[in-house]
């Protein structure tokens, strides 16, 4: 196996962060549909709040693609 | 750019596609809107419909083969995470920094002129203009006002800058350049200057010997690991940005690449989506976590 077939699974393998960004998404909207129907008049602090934490989760998903940008671009050449 | 004479059956789909899309287009002119309590108003608008869809989606097809036969060299798809350089006045300055320079010089010849020509002209009840300026602005004090706990201007006008500063290198997109958010040293940069305003901020409320005494509290075994977390948040704020103007880019360059000579009006739609409300959704959380952090850092 050649170098940069290494480097592809390495990226691949980075990019799975994404699972379990998706995961933790996927649940917090989940929680935060169910806490509007819960309390309608809450809606505007629950958004607020439901934005700062997928903006929180999404950043591991984000480092597993940087960091597989970084293989790509840079351990290739 | 070199013209490939097309084959005969090239020839032939591009005809029929043009003389289908015409034709389509003919007879949704020629069928009338009925009026809206007619019977058949329903089936007349759905028929207009169709028409219009077969109509567009042949002309696009044609445009597509006629714009396939110009070559225009080998494609490769290649992307670069670290933007070109270039010389000016001797210096080697990246391809974003300058971009960024133009769109600074830009939003200050606006801000000059709106505050010569439009702002004395203000009047009690708002509208056009106006109403634009006042509903960004209100909005981005109300924010501040939300997360750091009371009104600050000078707090509020940093983000207001900010703000305008990142949608127009978002803008600067749609004319086909590299926008300077997809450059790490320019997001962390901003990056930077919030984790400056975090210590500026707490300092200023606490003092020295409060803002460290901030690090102990609940108890002072976990004084390292808030000292790190602290540090980790330029870096956070800088990747995530990066992180996701790059990727937005790469996606619109796959969308080129893979459509080839058919990227007419296709890439537009989902550029609105790519270039236009995925960064005001990130702007949007970069400006909000920086006031949260800064918020945390103040608060008793």
Redesign the interface.
């Known amino acids: 196996m050649t170098d940069i077939g290494l480097i592809a699974i390495g990226a691949g393998l980075a990019v799975l962060t994404g699972a379990g960004a998706g995961l933790g998404m996927g649940i917090a909207t989940g929680k935060a549909v169910e806490a509007v129907a819960r309390q309608p008049e809450a809606n505007s602090k629950i958004n607020a709040l439901l934005i700062l934490g997928l903006a929180l989760t999404e950043s591991t998903a984000i480092y597993g693609f940087v960091t597989a940008l970084v293989m790509i671009f840079t351990m290739g050449k | 750019m070199q013209f490939i004479m097309p084959s005969v059956g090239k020839w032939i789909a591009i005809g029929l596609s043009l003389i289908i899309g015409a034709a389509a287009l003919y007879l949704r002119a020629r069928i009338a809107t009925p009026e809206k309590s007619d019977e058949g108003y329903k089936a007349a608008k759905k028929k207009r419909n169709l028409l219009m869809m077969a109509g567009v989606l042949a002309l696009w097809l044609c445009s597509g083969l006629v714009l396939g036969c110009f070559s225009l060299g080998s494609r490769v798809f290649e992307v670069?995470?670290s933007p070109t350089r270039m010389d000016i006045l001797g210096f080697s300055v990246s391809s974003t920094v300058f971009i960024a320079w133009v769109v600074i010089a830009v939003l200050v010849v606006a801000a000059a002129l709106i505050r010569i020509f439009a702002i004395p002209r203000f009047k009690e009840t708002p509208r056009g203009l106006q109403l634009l300026l006042e509903t960004a602005v209100g909005a981005i004090s109300n924010l501040t006002k939300?997360k750091y706990g009371h009104k600050n201007e000078g707090l509020a006008s940093y983000f207001f800058a900010l703000a305008a500063l990142m949608v127009g290198s978002a803008i600067v997109e749609l004319f086909g350049v590299r926008p300077p958010t997809t450059d790490l040293s320019m997001t962390f940069s901003y990056a930077l200057v919030t984790f400056v305003l975090i210590n500026v901020y707490g300092i200023h409320k606490k003092g020295v010997k409060g803002r460290l005494q901030s690090f102990t509290k609940p108890n002072a075994v976990i004084a390292p690991f808030k000292l790190l977390s602290d540090l980790a948040v330029p870096i956070?704020l800088a990747?995530?940005l990066?992180?996701?103007m790059?990727?937005g880019m790469i996606v619109v360059e796959l969308i080129y690449y893979a459509l080839g000579a058919f990227s007419v009006g296709v890439p537009a739609v989902l550029g609105l989506y790519f270039n236009a409300f995925h960064p005001l959704i990130q702007f949007?959380?970069f400006i909000?976590?920086s006031l949260?952090f800064i918020g945390e850092a103040v608060e008793e």
């Open positions: 670069a995470i939300e956070s990747c995530r990066f992180g996701n790059l990727g949007f959380i909000n976590l949260t």
